[in-house]
């Protein structure tokens, strides 16, 4: 079942590709962060971009950007499974998008987590 949620988060992860690339040419953001969070239905993801980054969580209130789809249901099945089980696959499904596509993450500071805890700080 985990591998249905995993392929999931790289569908969604792969269609945010088109927004980051047009992103990319955009020099005013200089932090995205891929988050998830839990609601009534199951997991969701999203994204969004910021124009400054403090490496704290103060960054995060500031969204400048947001992809034409966002907020993106793993749907209810995503409930059976941990929140943590949930971050660790987004996170390492993001490291492995990350080091495949070095170009268009270049120039941006990238982190993870979940909305209710810490972020990390992928590159």
Known sequence: MIEVIR???KKIVSEWNIDLQRLADNKEIIAINFGAQ???NGF????SGHTWYDGY????????WSPNNNYISLGIESLKFDRLKILEEYENILKNEISN????YQNFIVVVGL??????QLK
């Open 7 to 9: 392929n999931r988060i």
């Open 38 to 40: 839990k609601v009534y």
């Open 44 to 47: 969701e993801l999203y994204l």
């Open 57 to 64: 969580d103060l960054w995060l209130l500031d969204a400048d």
């Open 101 to 104: 596509s070095k170009d268009l």
């Open 115 to 120: 909305v209710d805890s810490d972020f990390k």
